[in-house]
């Protein structure tokens, strides 16, 4: 179990090392020979591009997956949602607003509307609104405001079919295997607009002739029953996306999501529906293991599931503490816990582990880890995490 101690005297590692993969029977999958970490396979984990190269280009942009393969990432991860003519596009969410330039186009004004999200009630751009054509006229912008915007109003909105293209085109050229990892998105949303968004899912994975456990394709999702739907048609790697509200001052997880919120932020939406009292904490138990062995070939938690973390209250106020005085409270301020057994018990069962989402800024990172990426990453690799999701590719690969 790694320790605080251990932490502060990780040394730094240089170099990307070869692909790896995440099932040594998978021969599109390309295998890293080192046996260095703890892994379920005894391979080095995989690096997954986090919505691309998102640390430094806007998200979900042919231009941002094309930088993070550069960097060396395994595996690029589109995001999927559906247009109102039932074609797939690459987004984080329904909602446009936060991530292209829809606010400024005035033709497109009228098509702002309120709408249910998981049980939040959301006010924005939809792409369930928007023909595939009307899409493709939007531009994308950096989400986050501390992050670039040089890059903003550049690159286009990609469909599935293109980043599957760039990932065949850049496995040819580079002679390694590229795989995507793609998400489906609010399933239950957008079911109940008969938009069928896993069917179209396989029938582009199909089409692509990667549709089956040898692909380089992993698919996730926070839902349950579209993965288990997925499964009865496909043997494709699948991966249960596990998530929580908040993390309490003494670090515990809290799964119960306010009134108004996005409920799937807790728990499945889609057990919400059917009225199961069961949150995404289930999937830490022995018996939720063995459920998701069922349909998944691993689990995708939040990273607080392993490594969660804890605040200081020395004015007894109930909050944290800003410990290093820069005038905020953020993740900066927050003291690592000793690692769950998460890993290990998924490790038993079969099932590999993925986490996300791990990101550079300095508010971003432990107390712990000193302000430097390179900590978390090797705090996490030795407890022999499978994989994980970053937004810069270039430091998962290097301090992997």
């Excluded at 941002?64 to 999927?80: C, Q, S």
């Amino acid at each position: 179990m790694t320790s605080i101690h251990v932490l502060r005297s990780a040394i730094f590692l240089s170099g990307a090392l070869l692909l790896l993969s995440c099932n040594k029977d998978d021969q599109n999958d390309p295998v890293e020979e080192t046996n260095k970490y703890p892994t379920l396979t005894g391979v080095n984990p995989i690096v997954v591009a986090h919505r691309g190269a998102s640390g430094y280009l806007p998200e979900h942009t042919i231009e941002g997956y094309t930088k993070a393969i550069e960097m060396g990432a395994d595996f690029i991860e589109p995001d999927l949602v559906m247009t109102k003519d039932g074609q797939l596009v690459v987004r984080h969410e329904p909602m446009l607003s936060g991530t292209t330039n829809v606010a400024d186009i005035p033709a497109f004004a009228s098509k702002k509307s309120t709408k249910n999200i998981d049980g939040a009630m959301v006010t924005d751009w939809f792409v369930c609104d928007f023909t595939l054509a009307e899409i493709k006229q939007l531009k994308a912008k950096q989400a986050l405001a501390e992050r670039s915007q040089h890059y903003n109003n550049l690159y286009a909105i990609p469909t599935f079919a293109e980043v599957i293209a760039l990932a065949k085109q850049k496995s040819a050229q580079t002679g390694r295997i590229i795989g995507i990892y793609p998400e489906t998105k609010h399933p239950s949303f957008h079911e109940a607009l008969n938009l069928k968004i896993t069917d179209k899912l396989l029938e582009v994975l199909t089409a692509e002739g990667w549709n089956d456990a040898s692909s380089p394709v992993y698919v996730q999702s926070f839902e349950v029953s579209n993965l288990q739907y997925l499964r009865s048609k496909s043997t494709v790697k699948i991966i249960q996306l596990l998530s929580c509200y908040d993390v309490t001052l003494n670090g515990d997880l809290i799964f119960t999501v306010p009134a108004g919120e996005i409920i799937s932020d807790g728990k499945p939406y889609d057990w919400h529906l059917k009225g199961d009292a069961r949150d995404y904490g289930f999937f830490r138990t022995q018996e939720g293991l063995d459920f998701v062995k069922t349909y998944a070939n691993g689990i995708g938690p939040w990273k607080p599931f392993i490594i969660s973390y804890k605040g200081t209250d020395a004015n007894k106020d109930g909050k944290a503490d800003d410990i290093n005085a820069d005038g905020k409270i953020d993740d900066s301020d927050k003291e690592a816990l000793p690692p769950s057994t998460l890993i290990s018990d998924a490790h038993k069962k079969g099932l590999q582990v993925h986490a996300y989402t791990f990101r550079n800024e300095g508010r971003r990172l432990l107390h712990n880890y000193y302000n430097n990426p390179i900590l978390e990453y090797q705090a996490f690799y030795k407890l022999g995490l499978d994989g994980l999701f970053s937004d810069f590719t270039d430091m998962a690969v290097q301090a992997r």
